[in-house]
């Protein structure tokens, strides 16, 4: 059913004018030469944060994470990414079954949807937002690349995060928490770090660090070593106090309050950023850039 397939990984319109036939060989070499500079020594990974702008802009950091998965052991992969085109309060998950990459299609584990649809707790997005929201798609060709070994294997699971409330954040941290647990299961959570300049109305700036993207490096820092303490109620004290524009805040708070309910059961893990990259340096109040952070997390 052509309806239930769509594709995914590249921009819409350039899919329709060059068929995959030429993206997919040239994008596939670029993945490979991102990964081919990277250690793998975060493996293997239970979960990844990696960001989700243009490649030119975060694909050799966004290499950093994925280099830490390891296809022999991951069968289904959870994809958390926010929402930047509609307000939603909740999450919500594809309608469906299909996403087609440059490189190889995805499909959508319909019997985990199952189980999270019967919750009650989730939306559907509709195609068009499905189809206009990027921060799912651009981990897509890099999910397709660091599981092309056992491509027939594994299924992923898409969800759009809304912009919750703490209390939401940890209802859903509990949910996936169970998920988190299983080894073969990964989730990879969609985010850039600061967006700053006048084009994103975020202009904060601590003089005494020198310029204004060594400012902003610090300001990320000082959130990635937070999200490293795997402590929810800090993370968000640090956004309320900040109000750092990274746009995963909220799969972020999900997955560290996943980490958080199984730490409660005993479980030990850490996380480390691996990382750091800012699209631009930003020296003057002209300036714009978007900060990409890279990290993986073990269970030990």
């Known amino acids: 059913n052509s309806a239930n397939v769509i594709t995914r990984g590249i921009n819409s319109f350039v899919a329709s004018v060059f068929p995959s036939l030429f993206i997919g060989p040239q994008l596939n070499a670029q993945l490979e030469g991102w990964l081919s500079q990277v250690q793998s020594t975060k493996r293997p990974a239970r979960a990844i944060i990696a960001p989700h702008a243009g490649y ?6 966004a290499a950093h994470a994925y280099k830490q998965v390891d296809p022999n052991i991951t069968r289904k992969i959870f994809i958390l990414g926010p929402s930047h085109h509609v307000p939603l309060s909740r999450c ?7 996403y087609r ?17 019967k919750t009650g707790m989730f939306e559907r997005m ?20 660091a599981m092309e070994s056992h491509k027939d294997e594994f299924t992923i699971i898409p969800v759009l995060v809304g912009a ?8 859903f941290g509990k949910l996936f928490s169970k ?22 109305r975020y202009s904060y700036y601590d003089e005494s660090q020198g310029e204004i993207y060594r400012s902003i490096e610090h300001l990320d820092k000082m959130g990635m070593s937070i999200i490293e303490q795997l402590d ?5 004290n640090y956004l309320k106090k900040y109000h750092n524009t990274i746009c995963g805040r909220h799969p972020i708070g999900v997955l560290l309050n996943a980490i958080n309910e199984l730490q409660k059961n005993g479980m030990n893990m850490s996380f480390s ?28």
């Open 56 to 61: 030119t802009y975060c694909g050799s950091c």
């Open 92 to 98: 919500a998950l594809s309608s469906v079954d299909i």
């Open 101 to 117: 990459t440059p490189l190889y299609d995805l499909r959508i584990d319909q019997k985990i949807y199952g189980e999270l649809w």
């Open 126 to 145: 509709s195609l068009q937002t499905d189809e206009d929201e990027h921060s799912i798609e651009m981990h897509l060709p890099y999910t397709a690349k």
């Open 164 to 171: 919750l409330s703490e209390s939401k954040e940890q209802e």
């Open 179 to 200: 998920y988190l647990a299983d080894p073969s299961n990964l989730f990879v959570v969609s985010s850039d770090f600061c967006h700053w300049g006048q084009r994103f």
């Open 232 to 236: 929810p109620v800090s993370f968000s």
């Open 273 to 300: 950023f691996l990382n750091y990259a800012q699209s631009s340096q930003c020296r003057n109040w002209q300036d714009s850039s978007v900060s990409y952070a890279a990290g993986a997390l073990m269970v030990h």
